[in-house]
């Protein structure tokens, strides 16, 4: 793993709800990184999904497909939430992933999520 620079943009129905840079890692297909909040990502990824996970105070599991609705866990305060999200775009790049989704309750969308991690 090399160590890199990351900076991580989350945008839920076109306003920005988080956004942070922090020390990391990269390898082929991972990378690793804390969130400043107690929190740590791993993220696994190729052109075809994207695996999304964190562990701290909130954790999260979730995978991405494009064209497919997939769930995911989040667990916050004792609380476990069972999620649904169809992805509609994921672009792998060298340097750069995004990833543009909708959470989706009974089929339908409830929010739109657009995640860029790029790193250095």
Request: hydrophobic fraction near 35%.
């Given at each position: 793993m090399e160590q890199v620079k990351i900076t991580f943009l989350m945008t839920v129905d076109g306003k920005t709800e988080t956004i942070f840079r922090t020390d990391g890692q990269s390898g082929e297909g991972v990378l690793a990184f804390p969130d400043g909040e107690g929190g740590n990502y791993l993220i696994d990824y190729?052109?075809?999904?994207?695996?999304?996970?964190?562990?701290?105070?909130?954790?999260?599991?979730?995978?991405?497909?494009?064209?497919?609705?997939?769930?995911?866990?989040?667990?916050?305060?004792?609380?476990?939430?069972?999620?649904?999200?169809?992805?509609?775009?994921?672009?792998?790049?060298?340097?750069?992933?995004?990833?543009?989704?909708?959470?989706v309750n009974d089929g339908e969308p409830i929010s739109r999520h657009r995640l860029s991690i790029e790193w250095k």
């Open positions: 190729d052109d075809t999904a994207m695996r999304v996970r964190r562990t701290g105070p909130i954790e999260m599991d979730f995978a991405f497909m494009p064209g497919t609705q997939t769930a995911g866990v989040l667990r916050t305060a004792g609380t476990t939430f069972r999620l649904s999200a169809t992805t509609r775009r994921l672009r792998v790049r060298n340097d750069r992933v995004e990833l543009e989704y909708d959470l």
